[in-house]
């Protein structure tokens, strides 16, 4: 596999861009979505702000609260030293409990919109585009996906609270204001990527629940006639019993379509939280089902940036565009900074094996 | 709380109705949904068999395996001394790690009618009525709950496999045959009760997620417009801190209309697994707001069949009828059993608080 990472990767890093709170610290600037607008490339930013850890002996986080009506920031401070909590994991404060359950994240994500004309330059607005608004979305907004369906895109996004990490969808024209459109998929669930063109009269989404009893994070399949509504879930790519993809694997860039098929970068993490991108081509009529698949990573975190970060050793993807038959893969490293990638889609498309 | 138990309680026990795969007992008959058709009333049973334990050494279960196109009834032997196994919980074989994953049910469930011209004696028809048919359904289909929308019947069950517990829906005119209508809600989720009429021209269900990393076992409340495809997810109803209900809570019977809103009857566990049913009062016009509730179960595990059976201290219900102004609840019981009792409806509705 031929992979040309750009050479001024990353493109986006934390110390590029400003905090939009007060006393805060920009600490990722990762898992883009990407759309394209007027010959623009558009970057939707996952920012992640934590307050200024100015107290060694604490840990303090942001998120909105919404239980007053009107939002409200709020600056949540722990002990280091209390029992209650486990904060070993850098992403997450953990109950202290034979459960595992998340207390609080380490830090509040939004939307904010990135700019360029080449799509390797980019200028990043100063506020943010998505923000939480209602309380599904008090601990923030990450990962989002972009869909464009004729001249309207849909935004995909992981909407985070105390009651769990849930889908929500807005849609836009000109990416500066949007509609709501309710939450699509209940918790747990994320890595939602809905195809941009329907199928036999339907949508079809890739999403990604996370089972607590029975079953494992994988990748099913939903159908819709309006986007709001998913139904015929129907289960379509699971874990392998070893190798680079069995934790844990989940929708990536939007799919989109070849020759072969509908191709899918999607990502996947083994038992250690390497994630890496691997692609899957699914049927061109009938999503459900799988035609072939790469064995090997087409990705994996090898540059130091890939593999240095806030949590190192990941790759992951949220959108792709296509130059003739060169990919350009936007991808988060690290879960602090956002790198660019090309690869030829022959090279891709060569390397998928029959499942 | 005036509660009137029917002295032939339990009204169907295991040893009441035949096996239907050879070889195996009954070890459930419970957790019935519930439907009135041409004056009958008419139980939609979930019966659980497993094969019958003739080796002290082993623990042997049953799964429909569609791996080979055909489905087939396979039996499964466990050495009990297998140490990847831990067989303490009398319903689930766990694999004997730290995440507690789910390897096998004990049992197969599938659907069995009854039917009763008198609402309180049942004959068992000898066939399943829904039976394992797909994949997702490998694991066994359970606790029905039965909407009837005009003229016809949507049956709401958990579709349970190895990739998760999904939401199965069928409708039928005339419980005999039915017209398969895909899973309406991916893993984890269960409990799900379709409101039986349109509001603001949508129809509406509470259902029950079971996130992982963030959030409870809890009820939410979705929308849709065809009964297919389901969206707008919203969080309804939570645990108390403490209590009867701190564990889990899931929607029971479907619910039903009363001159001060939607009533629903539900379920709720604490900690211990000790499983109660309460009320909830939604507004006729907009489902998602909570109007009042019983502060204290309306039904709690006391009966001898209540406590004791194939998993104790459990009432469960997925469906009531109204005879004028007493409410008739169909329960399951210790996970083994069907009890009847009848509430006045006044007394239920005097015992609402608000939230």
Redesign the interface.
Known sequence: MIVHRLEKNPILKPEDIAAYHDDHEVIGVFNAGVAELNGETLLLLRVAERPVQNNPDEVKTTVVDFSYGEPQVKVLSLKKDDEGYDFSDPR?ILFNETQR??AFLTSLSYIRIARSSDGKSFTVDDAPFIYPEI??ES?GVEDPRVTQIEDTYYIQYSA???????VGLVSTKDFVSYERL????????KDVAIFPEKMNGKYYAL?R????????P?I?L?????L????????LL?LSEDGWDNGRIGGGAVPFKTSQGWLEIYHAADRDDRYCLGAVLLDLEDPSKVLAKTKEPILAPEADYETNGFFGDVVFTCGVTLQNQSLRIYYGVSDTSMAVCEVALDDILSRLTDV
Chains 1, 2 share one sequence.
């Open positions: 997450t359950r998340t309380a599904a601990w985070i609270s105390d009651k769990g990490v849930a309710g939450l699509i998929f209940p918790p747990e669930n999403h629940p996370v089972p607590k009893g029975i079953g494992q994988e099913w939903a159908e819709s006639d309006n709001l509504y998913w139904g015929n879930h129907q289960h699971g």
